[in-house]
């Protein structure tokens, strides 16, 4: 799983990005529950305001690579082949979905992406956001050209 943070606006607009590799940091479990527990559906209601920050939060599933134990894994959210046989077969099927304890460990499939106001960077958000910020170091862009008008 990849998390990319950028940060735009403020007086100077200049763009901050942030880019982690979740799989890759030794405490990627802790990564996955905190992804989990983001609302990305539901994002908190607040004003645009001129001159202040403005934040975008993108996570993408990795890509799979060959012989990766996550490129045969079912989608959590997925039906599952074996779910209408109960008797008989016990495999690697059975075991890889066995307690939910798991789930952590299993990052989610599906992209997620939100763009928030400084005044919405709370809760879960803001908790990624500065754990993102305090795994990786920020890269520079330049602020965009104004629009003509």
């Given at each position: 799983?990849?998390?990319?943070?950028?940060?735009?606006g403020?007086?100077?607009?200049?763009?901050?990005?942030?880019?982690?590799r979740?799989?890759?940091?030794p405490?990627?479990?802790?990564?996955?529950?905190?992804?989990?527990?983001?609302p990305?559906?539901?994002?908190?209601?607040?004003?645009?305001?001129?001159?202040?920050?403005?934040?975008?939060?993108?996570?993408?599933?990795?890509?799979?690579?060959?012989?990766?134990?996550?490129?045969?894994?079912?989608r959590?959210?997925a039906?599952?082949?074996d779910?209408?046989?109960?008797?008989?077969?016990?495999?690697?099927?059975s075991?890889?979905?066995?307690?939910?304890?798991?789930a952590?460990q299993?990052?989610?499939?599906?992209?997620?992406?939100?763009?928030?106001?400084?005044r919405?960077?709370?809760?879960?958000?803001?908790?990624?956001?500065?754990?993102?910020?305090?795994?990786?170091?920020?890269?520079r862009e330049?602020?965009?050209?104004?629009?003509a008008?």
């Amino acid at each position: 799983m990849d998390v990319f943070v950028a940060r735009s606006g403020g007086l100077a607009g200049i763009r901050l990005t942030w880019h982690v590799r979740v799989d890759e940091q030794p405490d990627a479990a802790d990564w996955f529950v905190l992804i989990e527990e983001i609302p990305w559906d539901d994002v908190p209601d607040a004003p645009a305001e001129p001159d202040r920050f403005t934040w975008d939060i993108r996570c993408e599933p990795a890509e799979p690579t060959a012989g990766s134990p996550k490129t045969d894994a079912p989608r959590a959210d997925a039906p599952r082949a074996d779910a209408p046989q109960t008797g008989g077969q016990t495999g690697d099927a059975s075991t890889a979905d066995a307690p939910h304890t798991d789930a952590p460990q299993t990052p989610p499939q599906a992209a997620a992406e939100v763009t928030l106001a400084e005044r919405q960077l709370t809760g879960p958000w803001r908790e990624l956001v500065d754990r993102v910020r305090q795994t990786t170091e920020p890269q520079r862009e330049a602020p965009r050209a104004p629009r003509a008008r």
